[in-house]
Nanobody, 115 residues
């Protein structure tokens, strides 16, 4: 079992930046892929970015070039640096940790981009 706690969300103006953090605890060694997902009101949850155990990253087209996913092994924390934020980035952002036979979700953190 893996426990995930997100932080760093908030209200930011268009063009601004935020950094989300996902602190992990528990059986972290079983995790193969770490990811960030988001869900806007009335929409399905969608993939934002992933990073594998080996450090390979993947991004959705909507955030490519603006967002960066990274992982600090010593702190057991995954980050999502979000730059050039747009109103359409407004959503609840969720951290995900996927193993071969299980997947784990955090509680989510709200990001609101508005002037």
């Amino acid at each position: 079992q893996v426990q995930l706690v997100e932080s760093g969300g908030g209200l930011v103006q268009p063009g601004g930046s935020l950094r989300l953090s996902c602190a992990a605890s528990g059986s972290i060694f079983i995790i193969n892929v770490w990811g960030w997902y988001r869900q806007a009101p009335g929409k399905q949850r969608e993939l934002v970015a992933t990073i594998t155990r080996g450090g390979n990253t993947n991004y959705s087209d909507s955030v490519k070039g603006r967002f960066t996913i990274s992982r600090d092994h010593a702190k057991n924390t995954v980050y999502l640096q979000m730059n050039s934020l747009k109103p359409e980035d407004t959503a609840v952002y969720y951290c995900n940790a996927a193993a071969f036979t299980s997947t784990n979700w955090g509680q989510g953190t709200q990001v609101t981009v508005s002037s």
